[in-house]
């Protein structure tokens, strides 16, 4: 069809390209007058629309005044929208469309309730039959990150760079378009534990949940942002660590729970989803360890190479941090450029020269890094292991592989 148009809209016909054209979805905008053609179908070598299939209709919008822009540019679609339920659209450049969740947790969500008028916060909802339907408007928000309790748009800051290149998660397909669910009472309040730890700062997580103490499942989808909300629910200051082991109970333990936050919550209570599970097995719990002002990892010094990559001094030993693309940001950038005493920092993604003298596999690598806003010491970042590889029951602090999803690996630079 885009060829055909493309064609078709050529006032000199020996001019008209020869090779057609790509076509781009877009939301319709409100405009005066009907639709006329809203299916079509065109032979591979049609050139002009009268070799084409498509029925008149006459689909009258009822739009025959200018737009009229709405105080409130946020809104909810579907049945139980009225109760705070629905999928979140936005309204921008005079039509709706609709928002992607890529990156959105709990505080977002919680604007966007609070903009809607429900005051207890929200938490963002999963719906995959949105996944590939062509019927709904472009992505017109996505992309943004916004501070706990924030009340409007303007708060909210854009993604840094380093979330840019996963916008195809934002793409037509809608596999992330928001739906949202606000809540009709204050968010629940969870005791937290680490138990069986050699001092008060470690050991395994556990949360009271229904009036039982459940152990928290270790997967691929337990990310380190995690760690920022159990620290400020235990009172800790400074960063830490976590990696899995075997429970520290009875094998028989079936009930586990998942939990996922995005980092800036205030507690777990908040976090966007907190459920059981049945799981048997015994070697995937969550163990942590939060650092104490006389921890080597407060100490923590670090330099730069002449290309930009950054090398951490820990304990007599250099340290080289992994550059994945969701783990190597501006934030973890600007803690070590004021580490250094300057300012602000740019995160880069430097490629590892490979030679028969090194083997990336056996040099101390930091694989996971997690720096929260306004963090001004490598101490007060978290850190783990990529859970896809078959160390993940390590600490993070050892030998480990740099390679990101296309095999490449990659080491962090400012």
């Known amino acids: 069809m885009a060829g055909v148009a493309s064609r078709a809209i050529s006032a000199d016909p020996s001019r008209a390209p020869r090779y057609g054209g790509v076509p781009i979805f877009d939301a319709i905008p409100p405009s005066p007058g009907p639709v006329w053609i809203n299916y079509i ?3 591979l070598d049609a050139n002009d629309l009268l070799d084409c299939y498509f029925p008149w209709v006459n ?7 200018g737009v009229i822009i709405p105080d409130v540019k946020f809104r909810l679609i579907g049945p139980r929208s009225d ?3 629905g ?3 936005y309204f921008r450049d005079g039509y709706w469309g609709s928002v992607c969740s890529s990156r959105m947790g ?4 919680s604007l966007f309730c609070h ?6 916060g929200g938490h963002i909802l999963v719906n995959k039959t949105n996944n590939g339907r062509s019927d709904l408007g472009p992505v017109l928000l996505d992309g943004i990150e916004c501070p706990w309790n924030s009340e409007d748009l303007d708060q909210c800051s854009e993604r840094l760079w380093a979330f840019k290149d996963f916008r195809y998660m934002c793409s037509s397909l809608h596999a992330y378009t928001v739906e949202l669910g606000c809540r009709s009472d204050p968010f629940p309040d969870y005791e937290i534990q680490l138990f069986r730890g050699n001092s008060k700062h470690e050991g395994q997580l556990f949360i009271k949940y229904d009036d039982s103490w459940s152990p928290v499942y270790y997967d691929q989808g337990f990310s380190i942002k995690k760690l920022n909300v159990v620290c400020k629910q235990l009172g800790y200051r400074h960063g830490g660590e976590m990696h899995t082991k075997q429970f520290v109970y009875e094998n028989g333990q079936r009930k586990w729970l998942i939990l996922e936050c995005n980092g800036k919550e205030q507690n777990v209570g908040h976090c966007n989803t907190v459920r059981h599970i049945d799981y048997h097995y015994s070697d995937n719990a969550v163990f942590i360890k939060f650092y104490e002002t006389s921890d080597p990892e407060l100490q923590m010094t670090v330099s730069l190479e002449s290309d930009g990559k950054v090398i951490v001094h820990r304990q007599g030993e250099t340290w080289k941090i992994c550059a994945y693309d969701l783990v190597w940001d501006d934030v973890a950038a ?4 004021r580490m250094m005493s300057n300012s602000n920092g740019t995160a880069i993604h430097l490629p590892y020269e490979l030679s028969s003298y090194n083997d990336p596999e056996m040099e101390n690598s930091i694989q996971i890094l997690y720096c929260p806003e306004g963090a001004s010491h490598l101490g007060d ?3 783990g292991r990529d859970s896809d590889t078959r160390d993940m029951w390590l600490g993070p602090w050892g030998p480990g592989y740099c390679a990101n999803d296309k095999y490449e690996v990659l080491r962090a630079g400012v």
């Open 41 to 43: 179908e065109c032979p």
């Open 59 to 65: 689909q009258d919008r009822g739009v025959t005044e």
């Open 83 to 85: 109760t705070g339920k």
């Open 87 to 89: 999928r979140l659209e």
């Open 106 to 109: 709990t505080s977002e969500a």
């Open 115 to 120: 903009i809607l008028g429900f005051t207890y």
């Open 334 to 337: 600007t803690t070590v450029c």
């Open 381 to 383: 970042c978290f850190y």
